[in-house]
Nanobody
Framework: QVQLVESGGGLVQAGGSLRLSCAAS????????MGWFRQAPGKEREFVAH????????LYADSVKGRFTISRDNAKNTVYLQMNSLQSEDTATYYC????????????WGQGTQVTVSS
């Protein structure tokens, strides 16, 4: 089992920045693909970004491309999401997730951290 704990959410004004962290514990392995997802009230959960175990493969949703940066520190078992130029549309609960290489579905999820952007 792997436990994921997000932190770093909060209230920020439009145009501001936040950095989310996701700390993994348990049967951790740097060979997990790690992703960030978000869910706004009344909307379905959506993909934000993911990063391969080496960091060499990164994918972003079009809505955050150029504003968000995903990174990971395997020595610390931590994944980050740097969010810049935040907009009110970015308001959501952000979730960290992990899956083993070769597995399509994300297997492990954090409890989420709230990000609220005021306009």
């Amino acid at each position: 089992q792997v436990q994921l704990v997000e932190s770093g959410g909060g209230l920020v004004q439009a145009g501001g920045s936040l950095r989310l962290s996701c700390a993994a514990s348990g049967r951790t392995s740097s060979t997990y693909v790690m992703g960030w997802f978000r869910q706004a009230p009344g909307k379905e959960r959506e993909f934000v970004a993911h990063i391969s175990w080496s960091g060499g493969s990164i994918l972003y949703a079009d809505s955050v491309k150029g504003r968000f940066t995903i990174s990971r520190d395997n020595a610390k078992n931590t994944v980050y999401l740097q969010m810049n130029s935040l907009q009110s549309e970015d308001t959501a609960t952000y979730y960290c997730a992990g899956r083993r290489i070769g597995i399509q579905k994300y297997e492990y999820w954090g409890q989420g951290t709230q990000v609220t952007v005021s306009s």
